[in-house]
Protein backbone atom coordinates (compact mmCIF):
# COMPACT_ATOMS: atom_id res chain seq x y z
CA UNK A 1 0.00 0.00 0.00
CA UNK A 2 2.72 2.32 1.29
CA UNK A 3 5.13 1.35 -2.23
CA UNK A 4 1.67 2.39 -4.38
CA UNK A 5 1.23 5.25 -3.30
CA UNK A 6 4.30 6.95 -3.19
CA UNK A 7 4.58 5.25 -6.98
CA UNK A 8 1.33 7.28 -7.54
CA UNK A 9 2.35 10.48 -6.41
CA UNK A 10 5.96 9.68 -8.20
CA UNK A 11 3.88 9.34 -11.46
CA UNK A 12 2.13 12.34 -10.82
CA UNK A 13 5.33 14.40 -11.27
CA UNK A 14 7.05 12.23 -13.93
CA UNK A 15 6.14 15.53 -15.89
CA UNK A 16 9.32 17.30 -14.05
CA UNK A 17 11.75 14.91 -15.03
CA UNK A 18 11.21 14.30 -18.48
CA UNK A 19 8.54 11.89 -18.80
CA UNK A 20 4.97 12.86 -20.05
CA UNK A 21 2.38 10.30 -18.60
CA UNK A 22 -0.75 11.85 -19.78
CA UNK A 23 -3.81 12.00 -17.17
CA UNK A 24 -2.59 9.61 -13.75
CA UNK A 25 -5.69 7.66 -12.55
CA UNK A 26 -5.48 4.89 -9.76
CA UNK A 27 -7.00 1.72 -10.26
CA UNK A 28 -7.94 0.50 -6.12
CA UNK A 29 -8.65 -3.34 -7.43
CA UNK A 30 -5.18 -3.50 -8.94
CA UNK A 31 -3.81 -2.26 -5.35
CA UNK A 32 -5.86 -4.66 -3.40
CA UNK A 33 -4.81 -7.80 -5.59
CA UNK A 34 -1.24 -7.01 -6.05
CA UNK A 35 -1.50 -7.34 -1.78
CA UNK A 36 -3.59 -10.27 -1.54
CA UNK A 37 -0.96 -11.97 -4.02
CA UNK A 38 1.80 -10.66 -2.05
CA UNK A 39 0.32 -11.53 1.17
CA UNK A 40 0.37 -15.54 0.02
CA UNK A 41 3.43 -15.50 -1.62
CA UNK A 42 4.84 -14.17 1.74
CA UNK A 43 3.42 -17.11 3.69
CA UNK A 44 5.75 -19.82 4.32
CA UNK A 45 4.18 -23.55 2.95
CA UNK A 46 3.34 -26.16 5.55
CA UNK A 47 5.52 -28.59 3.58
CA UNK A 48 8.51 -26.82 4.40
CA UNK A 49 7.54 -27.58 8.19
CA UNK A 50 6.60 -30.65 7.80
CA UNK A 51 9.76 -31.63 5.87
CA UNK A 52 11.42 -30.96 9.05
CA UNK A 53 9.26 -33.10 11.03
CA UNK A 54 6.73 -30.47 12.41
CA UNK A 55 3.06 -31.34 12.14
CA UNK A 56 0.49 -28.98 11.09
CA UNK A 57 -3.10 -28.32 12.01
CA UNK A 58 -4.81 -24.97 10.65
CA UNK A 59 -7.52 -23.88 12.65
CA UNK A 60 -8.45 -21.66 15.75
CA UNK A 61 -6.52 -23.41 18.65
CA UNK A 62 -7.56 -22.72 22.21
CA UNK A 63 -6.25 -24.34 25.57
CA UNK A 64 -8.34 -27.05 26.94
CA UNK A 65 -6.23 -27.42 29.83
CA UNK A 66 -2.86 -25.91 31.05
CA UNK A 67 -1.02 -28.69 28.97
CA UNK A 68 -3.63 -29.67 25.83
CA UNK A 69 -5.28 -27.49 22.97
CA UNK A 70 -8.06 -28.24 20.65
CA UNK A 71 -7.07 -27.43 17.35
CA UNK A 72 -9.10 -28.19 13.94
CA UNK A 73 -10.61 -30.66 15.48
CA UNK A 74 -7.52 -32.15 17.55
CA UNK A 75 -6.70 -32.63 20.73
CA UNK A 76 -3.01 -32.03 21.43
CA UNK A 77 -0.90 -32.12 24.17
CA UNK A 78 2.22 -30.87 24.91
CA UNK A 79 5.12 -30.78 27.47
CA UNK A 80 6.04 -27.27 26.57
CA UNK A 81 4.02 -25.17 24.48
CA UNK A 82 4.68 -21.50 22.86
CA UNK A 83 1.80 -19.22 22.47
CA UNK A 84 2.75 -16.79 19.63
CA UNK A 85 -1.49 -15.91 18.61
CA UNK A 86 -0.34 -12.30 17.73
CA UNK A 87 -3.06 -9.80 18.65
CA UNK A 88 -5.86 -7.52 17.58
CA UNK A 89 -7.12 -3.89 16.64
CA UNK A 90 -8.23 -1.77 19.95
CA UNK A 91 -11.53 -1.09 19.88
CA UNK A 92 -12.63 0.80 22.42
CA UNK A 93 -16.30 0.92 23.87
CA UNK A 94 -17.20 3.73 21.66
CA UNK A 95 -21.13 4.73 20.90
CA UNK A 96 -21.48 4.11 17.37
CA UNK A 97 -17.83 1.81 16.76
CA UNK A 98 -19.83 -0.58 14.43
CA UNK A 99 -19.59 2.12 11.89
CA UNK A 100 -15.89 1.63 12.05
CA UNK A 101 -13.52 -0.01 10.48
CA UNK A 102 -10.21 -1.35 12.06
CA UNK A 103 -6.26 -1.71 10.70
CA UNK A 104 -7.48 -5.25 9.54
CA UNK A 105 -10.03 -3.79 7.25
CA UNK A 106 -8.34 -0.31 5.67
CA UNK A 107 -5.55 -2.14 3.46
CA UNK A 108 -8.60 -4.73 1.52
CA UNK A 109 -11.59 -2.23 1.50
CA UNK A 110 -13.69 -3.12 -1.91
CA UNK A 111 -14.02 0.57 -3.04
CA UNK A 112 -11.01 3.51 -2.79
CA UNK A 113 -12.51 5.72 0.22
CA UNK A 114 -12.30 9.48 -1.55
CA UNK A 115 -12.33 10.83 2.33
CA UNK A 116 -10.73 8.88 5.51
CA UNK A 117 -10.32 9.76 8.83
CA UNK A 118 -8.31 7.83 10.86
CA UNK A 119 -8.63 7.80 14.68
CA UNK A 120 -4.83 7.79 16.48
CA UNK A 121 -1.44 9.64 15.73
CA UNK A 122 0.51 6.48 16.44
CA UNK A 123 2.71 4.08 13.62
CA UNK A 124 -0.55 2.84 12.47
CA UNK A 125 -2.11 5.63 11.93
CA UNK A 126 0.20 7.69 10.25
CA UNK A 127 1.57 4.87 7.47
CA UNK A 128 -2.53 4.76 6.07
CA UNK A 129 -2.61 8.57 6.43
CA UNK A 130 0.75 8.41 3.83
CA UNK A 131 -0.48 6.26 2.06
CA UNK A 132 -4.09 7.08 1.13
CA UNK A 133 -2.61 10.71 1.25
CA UNK A 134 -0.43 9.81 -1.99
CA UNK A 135 -2.91 7.81 -3.52
CA UNK A 136 -5.57 10.74 -3.26
CA UNK A 137 -7.68 10.38 -0.67
CA UNK A 138 -8.47 13.77 1.73
CA UNK A 139 -7.48 11.85 4.73
CA UNK A 140 -7.23 13.40 8.38
CA UNK A 141 -6.00 11.92 11.49
CA UNK A 142 -7.50 12.54 15.00
CA UNK A 143 -5.39 11.81 18.05
CA UNK A 144 -5.71 12.64 22.07
CA UNK A 145 -1.82 13.62 22.21
CA UNK A 146 -0.60 16.81 21.28
CA UNK A 147 1.34 15.49 19.01
CA UNK A 148 1.76 12.48 17.01
CA UNK A 149 4.09 9.43 17.25
CA UNK A 150 4.79 9.68 21.03
CA UNK A 151 7.87 7.72 21.26
CA UNK A 152 9.67 10.15 19.34
CA UNK A 153 11.15 13.31 20.49
CA UNK A 154 8.91 16.12 19.75
CA UNK A 155 10.92 18.17 17.07
CA UNK A 156 11.38 14.68 14.72
CA UNK A 157 7.58 13.83 15.15
CA UNK A 158 6.67 17.46 14.26
CA UNK A 159 9.00 17.59 11.55
CA UNK A 160 6.97 14.17 9.62
CA UNK A 161 3.39 16.05 10.76
CA UNK A 162 4.32 18.79 8.50
CA UNK A 163 5.41 16.81 6.06
CA UNK A 164 2.32 15.38 5.39
CA UNK A 165 0.43 18.27 5.94
CA UNK A 166 2.22 20.02 2.87
CA UNK A 167 0.46 16.85 1.30
CA UNK A 168 -3.03 17.43 2.51
CA UNK A 169 -3.12 15.55 5.62
CA UNK A 170 -5.18 17.08 8.19
CA UNK A 171 -4.46 16.42 12.27
CA UNK A 172 -6.61 17.51 15.06
CA UNK A 173 -4.50 16.70 17.91
CA UNK A 174 -5.27 16.97 21.55
CA UNK A 175 -8.60 16.00 20.71
CA UNK A 176 -11.21 13.53 22.99
CA UNK A 177 -12.96 10.98 20.95
CA UNK A 178 -16.47 11.04 22.27
CA UNK A 179 -18.70 8.82 19.57
CA UNK A 180 -19.72 8.36 15.82
CA UNK A 181 -22.97 8.72 14.05
CA UNK A 182 -24.45 8.50 10.82
CA UNK A 183 -24.39 5.69 8.59
CA UNK A 184 -22.36 3.30 6.26
CA UNK A 185 -20.29 5.29 4.09
CA UNK A 186 -20.81 8.82 5.52
CA UNK A 187 -19.77 8.44 9.06
CA UNK A 188 -19.06 11.34 11.42
CA UNK A 189 -16.44 11.58 14.23
CA UNK A 190 -17.26 13.54 16.88
CA UNK A 191 -14.59 14.85 19.08
CA UNK A 192 -13.80 17.24 21.94
CA UNK A 193 -10.97 19.35 20.96
CA UNK A 194 -9.81 22.86 23.38
CA UNK A 195 -13.03 22.28 25.30
CA UNK A 196 -15.49 22.79 22.00
CA UNK A 197 -17.01 19.88 20.12
CA UNK A 198 -15.87 19.28 16.56
CA UNK A 199 -17.20 16.60 14.15
CA UNK A 200 -15.50 15.35 10.93
CA UNK A 201 -17.54 13.35 8.54
CA UNK A 202 -15.63 10.85 6.26
CA UNK A 203 -16.51 7.80 3.35
CA UNK A 204 -14.57 5.75 6.28
CA UNK A 205 -13.36 5.86 9.62
CA UNK A 206 -10.53 3.79 10.80
CA UNK A 207 -9.94 2.86 14.51
CA UNK A 208 -5.88 3.13 14.75
CA UNK A 209 -5.30 2.97 18.16
CA UNK A 210 -3.04 0.38 18.27
CA UNK A 211 -3.06 -3.56 18.87
CA UNK A 212 -3.39 -5.38 21.89
CA UNK A 213 -3.18 -9.46 22.48
CA UNK A 214 -6.42 -11.52 23.45
CA UNK A 215 -6.41 -13.87 25.68
CA UNK A 216 -9.54 -14.93 25.22
CA UNK A 217 -9.01 -15.84 21.36
CA UNK A 218 -7.30 -19.08 22.39
CA UNK A 219 -7.93 -19.28 26.35
CA UNK A 220 -4.96 -18.56 28.21
CA UNK A 221 -7.00 -16.80 30.34
CA UNK A 222 -9.04 -19.83 31.88
CA UNK A 223 -5.60 -21.83 32.30
CA UNK A 224 -4.27 -18.38 34.71
CA UNK A 225 -1.38 -16.80 32.82
CA UNK A 226 -0.98 -13.07 33.76
CA UNK A 227 -1.90 -10.42 31.10
CA UNK A 228 0.03 -7.20 30.99
CA UNK A 229 -0.21 -4.15 29.25
CA UNK A 230 0.38 -5.46 25.23
CA UNK A 231 0.40 -9.23 25.82
CA UNK A 232 1.00 -12.21 28.40
CA UNK A 233 3.53 -11.49 31.13
CA UNK A 234 7.19 -13.53 30.56
CA UNK A 235 10.07 -12.97 31.98
CA UNK A 236 13.70 -12.76 30.57
CA UNK A 237 13.31 -16.42 29.30
CA UNK A 238 10.08 -15.43 27.45
CA UNK A 239 8.19 -17.89 30.01
CA UNK A 240 4.62 -16.61 31.24
CA UNK A 241 3.12 -17.49 34.85
CA UNK A 242 3.58 -21.31 33.95
CA UNK A 243 6.57 -22.21 33.58
CA UNK A 244 6.41 -24.58 30.40
CA UNK A 245 4.16 -22.30 28.24
CA UNK A 246 6.43 -19.73 26.58
CA UNK A 247 4.99 -16.51 24.50
CA UNK A 248 6.54 -14.99 21.37
CA UNK A 249 6.07 -11.99 19.26
CA UNK A 250 3.03 -9.70 19.78
CA UNK A 251 1.49 -12.58 22.63
CA UNK A 252 4.62 -11.78 24.57
CA UNK A 253 3.56 -7.65 25.01
CA UNK A 254 7.65 -6.68 24.14
CA UNK A 255 7.47 -4.61 21.08
CA UNK A 256 5.13 -5.20 17.81
CA UNK A 257 7.38 -5.41 16.00
CA UNK A 258 8.11 -8.20 13.20
CA UNK A 259 11.37 -8.78 13.42
CA UNK A 260 11.35 -9.11 17.47
CA UNK A 261 8.65 -11.28 16.99
CA UNK A 262 10.67 -13.72 14.83
CA UNK A 263 13.71 -13.13 17.48
CA UNK A 264 11.43 -13.73 20.41
CA UNK A 265 10.12 -17.13 18.46
CA UNK A 266 13.64 -18.58 18.06
CA UNK A 267 14.24 -17.93 21.61
CA UNK A 268 11.10 -19.60 23.02
CA UNK A 269 11.51 -22.44 21.32
CA UNK A 270 15.14 -22.97 22.16
CA UNK A 271 14.23 -22.86 25.73
CA UNK A 272 11.22 -24.84 25.86
CA UNK A 273 13.28 -27.87 23.74
CA UNK A 274 16.80 -27.38 26.03
CA UNK A 275 15.53 -25.98 29.19
CA UNK A 276 16.03 -22.14 29.32
CA UNK A 277 19.06 -21.47 27.60
CA UNK A 278 19.31 -18.00 26.60
CA UNK A 279 17.69 -14.61 27.64
CA UNK A 280 16.07 -12.07 25.42
CA UNK A 281 18.11 -8.89 24.84
CA UNK A 282 16.12 -5.99 23.52
CA UNK A 283 19.59 -3.67 24.14
CA UNK A 284 19.58 -2.52 20.18
CA UNK A 285 16.16 -2.50 18.43
CA UNK A 286 16.01 -0.16 15.37
CA UNK A 287 12.07 0.18 13.75
CA UNK A 288 11.06 1.76 10.99
CA UNK A 289 7.35 3.63 10.15
CA UNK A 290 6.38 3.44 6.67
CA UNK A 291 5.51 6.86 5.95
CA UNK A 292 6.84 8.64 3.21
CA UNK A 293 9.77 9.83 3.80
CA UNK A 294 9.94 6.86 6.37
CA UNK A 295 11.24 7.72 10.19
CA UNK A 296 13.08 5.45 11.88
CA UNK A 297 14.94 5.47 15.43
CA UNK A 298 17.01 3.07 17.49
CA UNK A 299 18.42 3.12 20.78
CA UNK A 300 17.87 6.81 23.01
CA UNK A 301 15.73 9.30 22.02
CA UNK A 302 17.13 12.80 23.55
CA UNK A 303 14.12 12.65 26.10
CA UNK A 304 14.94 9.39 27.47
CA UNK A 305 18.58 10.20 27.97
CA UNK A 306 17.91 13.35 29.99
CA UNK A 307 15.53 11.64 32.02
CA UNK A 308 18.00 9.14 32.40
CA UNK A 309 20.20 11.83 33.83
CA UNK A 310 23.05 11.10 30.99
CA UNK A 311 25.12 13.79 30.12
CA UNK A 312 24.76 13.93 26.21
CA UNK A 313 25.77 15.54 22.63
CA UNK A 314 23.26 16.11 20.52
CA UNK A 315 23.07 16.56 16.35
CA UNK A 316 20.34 17.83 14.62
CA UNK A 317 20.57 18.39 11.09
CA UNK A 318 17.75 19.32 8.56
CA UNK A 319 18.48 17.64 4.78
CA UNK A 320 16.72 19.65 2.38
CA UNK A 321 18.77 20.83 0.03
CA UNK A 322 21.00 17.89 -0.26
CA UNK A 323 22.40 16.91 -3.71
CA UNK A 324 20.88 13.00 -3.16
CA UNK A 325 17.26 14.73 -2.39
CA UNK A 326 17.84 17.08 -5.43
CA UNK A 327 18.66 14.98 -8.02
CA UNK A 328 15.51 12.53 -7.15
CA UNK A 329 12.95 14.50 -6.37
CA UNK A 330 12.32 13.29 -3.28
CA UNK A 331 14.12 16.28 -1.62
CA UNK A 332 13.87 16.88 2.40
CA UNK A 333 14.62 15.26 5.55
CA UNK A 334 15.41 15.09 8.94
CA UNK A 335 18.13 13.17 11.10
CA UNK A 336 18.50 14.09 14.87
CA UNK A 337 21.84 11.69 16.98
CA UNK A 338 22.15 11.15 20.34
CA UNK A 339 25.98 11.18 21.83
CA UNK A 340 27.04 10.35 25.46
CA UNK A 341 28.68 13.45 26.55
CA UNK A 342 32.11 11.94 27.83
CA UNK A 343 32.77 9.13 25.07
CA UNK A 344 30.99 10.58 22.31
CA UNK A 345 29.89 6.95 21.60
CA UNK A 346 26.50 7.03 20.00
CA UNK A 347 23.61 6.25 22.21
CA UNK A 348 20.54 7.22 19.96
CA UNK A 349 19.41 8.04 16.28
CA UNK A 350 16.32 9.45 14.79
CA UNK A 351 15.71 9.80 11.46
CA UNK A 352 12.72 11.06 8.56
CA UNK A 353 14.57 9.76 5.27
CA UNK A 354 13.59 8.33 1.93
CA UNK A 355 15.83 5.56 2.77
CA UNK A 356 15.35 5.32 6.87
CA UNK A 357 14.86 1.79 7.05
CA UNK A 358 18.24 1.09 5.28
CA UNK A 359 20.20 3.59 7.34
CA UNK A 360 18.44 2.99 10.50
CA UNK A 361 20.03 -0.35 10.54
CA UNK A 362 23.78 1.33 10.07
CA UNK A 363 22.56 3.25 12.95
CA UNK A 364 22.23 0.14 15.11
CA UNK A 365 25.25 -1.60 14.68
CA UNK A 366 27.30 1.65 15.32
CA UNK A 367 25.21 1.55 19.21
CA UNK A 368 26.19 -1.87 19.22
CA UNK A 369 29.76 -2.01 18.57
CA UNK A 370 30.23 1.18 20.78
CA UNK A 371 31.79 3.36 17.79
CA UNK A 372 31.99 6.85 18.94
CA UNK A 373 31.52 9.99 16.66
CA UNK A 374 35.41 10.53 15.79
CA UNK A 375 35.40 6.75 14.09
CA UNK A 376 31.67 7.09 11.98
CA UNK A 377 32.15 10.54 10.60
CA UNK A 378 35.68 9.29 9.25
CA UNK A 379 34.04 6.86 6.78
CA UNK A 380 34.34 7.90 3.38
CA UNK A 381 30.50 8.05 2.01
CA UNK A 382 29.41 7.30 -1.55
CA UNK A 383 27.95 11.08 -3.01
CA UNK A 384 25.14 11.47 -3.61
CA UNK A 385 23.75 9.03 -1.39
CA UNK A 386 21.23 8.88 1.52
CA UNK A 387 23.78 7.86 3.51
CA UNK A 388 26.30 10.95 3.21
CA UNK A 389 24.11 13.42 5.46
CA UNK A 390 24.08 10.70 8.18
CA UNK A 391 27.84 10.03 8.18
CA UNK A 392 28.97 13.94 8.09
CA UNK A 393 26.15 14.35 10.72
CA UNK A 394 27.98 12.10 13.12
CA UNK A 395 31.31 14.49 13.08
CA UNK A 396 31.81 16.95 15.91
CA UNK A 397 31.42 19.85 14.16
CA UNK A 398 27.52 19.80 14.59
CA UNK A 399 27.15 18.49 17.91
CA UNK A 400 25.31 20.86 20.91
CA UNK A 401 26.28 19.73 24.43
CA UNK A 402 23.62 19.00 26.66
CA UNK A 403 22.64 18.51 29.97
CA UNK A 404 19.77 16.95 32.01
CA UNK A 405 18.49 19.59 34.30
Known amino acids: MVRSGRIHRLVQGAGAFG ?19 IVRELQPPAAAFEKLGAK ?11 HAVQADGHGIEGTKIVVAAGSEPVVPPLPGRELAITSDDVL ?43 TLDT ?16 FHLGATLERLSGRRGAVTVHVTKDGAPLAVTAQQVC ?18 LETGRLGLRVDAYLRTALSHVYAAGDAAGNAQLTPVAAYEGKVAALNALRGDVQTVDYTVVPQTIFTTPEVARVGLTHAEALRRGVR ?45 AELVQLAALAIRTGADA ?32
Open 374 to 405: QLLSSQLSIHPSHGERLIRTFAHDYHEVCAPD
Open 56 to 66: IYRGEARFVDA
Open 155 to 170: DVAAYIRKVLEGRGVT
Open 108 to 150: FLPHFPESLVLVGGGVIGLEMAGAFGDLGARVTVIARETEILP
Open 312 to 356: CHVASHDMVGASNGRATGEDGGYLKLVFDGTTEKVLGVQMVSWAA
Open 19 to 37: TRTGPVTLDWDTIVRRQHA
Open 207 to 224: LALGRRYNPRRVGTDAIG
